[in-house]
């Protein structure tokens, strides 16, 4: 006889499994196939809840150090997507220490953009697809808003498709960060507001206090950070130039590059992943690649791949 179908779980139970979520990626995601492509609306509300939280500015003001505190923490954390996340993480273009990966993992774990193997895994799969059916936020397959915010927020975009991943999962810190993935994030926003606090009493000049440094630091840096780094999802999949004949529409935009760090040269890294440096010319700026240059020069990272005589012969400018 065949085996019984399983029946799809109450909506009480998908409810407290959500919630669990919030706090154990791990925790049951149920078993009704219908739901795995539907924005997971309870889970999502953390997501919705930080948006909202910018808000907070009207409430807790500005001053010249909350905004400092929030440009040098977009810098460090897109530094960390970008060169650890992406070119480390995901395309292994460069090798370094266990202790340099995992710090460099803890520092990106802190943008709350998942864990290093959610991200690598859910991009190889973006590569191995891109712009087709199979990849997970192609704008031209399912428009501009479900390739910048939607996809990660269903039931299948939460999971990390360990398959992908088989050189990173040996390394139980990173399975940790990837299981509890909102510890880092939630320490974080503890420290700004305990610094904002002793800031206040220690050094009032400053004009700050913590509700404002964990607004600023955290929420406002923590959610441009975000948009900004999943416009290359959204963006340079539509706007910008293309040097290179690939399967996809991937383009290159000097604006995204600027505020990505490199990331908007993104139809040269389409056809070729594999290199660390994605700005191909000169002219071409890459602050991720500037900063990978010089942490080898400091011993912290070596054999960055560079890119190959061949690539270059085959641009179109």
Excluded at 149 to 166: H, K, M, S, Y
């Amino acid at each position: 006889m065949p085996a019984p179908m399983p029946h799809p779980a109450s909506p009480a139970t998908r409810a407290w499994n959500a919630a669990a979520r919030w706090f154990d990626t791990q925790a049951p995601v149920g078993d009704d196939p219908a739901l795995a492509s539907r924005i997971d609306w309870l889970r999502a509300l953390p997501f919705i809840g930080m948006h909202l939280a910018c808000v907070g500015v009207l409430w807790v003001g500005v001053s010249s150090t909350a905004v400092a505190v929030a440009v040098v923490l977009y810098a460090v954390r897109m530094f960390a997507i970008t060169g650890f996340y992406h070119r480390y993480f995901s395309h292994r273009t460069f090798r370094t220490s266990r202790v340099v990966q995992f710090a460099f993992a803890l520092i990106g774990a802190s943008s709350v953009q998942r864990g290093p193997l959610w991200w690598a895994a859910h991009h190889r799969n973006h590569h191995r697809h891109a712009d087709t059916p199979g990849d997970p936020h192609s704008p031209t397959q399912r428009g501009f808003w479900w390739s910048h915010v939607g996809w990660f927020l269903t039931c299948e975009g939460f999971r990390t498709d360990w398959a992908r991943i088989p050189d990173l999962i040996r390394y139980p810190e990173l399975r940790w960060l990837d299981r509890y993935d909102t510890v880092v994030p939630v320490l974080l926003a503890v420290a700004l507001y305990a610094v904002g606090e002793v800031l206040q009493q220690v050094a009032p000049q400053l004009g700050t206090n913590g509700p404002q440094l964990l607004v600023w630091g955290f929420f406002v840096s923590t959610m441009v950070l975000f948009h900004v780094t999943v416009t290359i999802n959204s963006l340079a999949h539509r706007f910008g130039r293309r040097r290179f004949d690939t399967r996809d529409d991937s383009r290159n935009n000097v604006w995204l590059a600027l505020l990505t760090f490199g990331e908007g040269w993104h139809n040269n890294h389409h056809f070729f992943p594999g290199t660390a440096r994605q700005g191909f010319r000169w002219w071409e700026v890459d602050i991720t690649w500037y900063g990978l240059r010089l942490m080898a020069a400091l011993g912290l990272v070596h054999e960055l791949k560079p890119i190959p005589a061949w690539v270059l012969a085959k641009a179109r400018d």
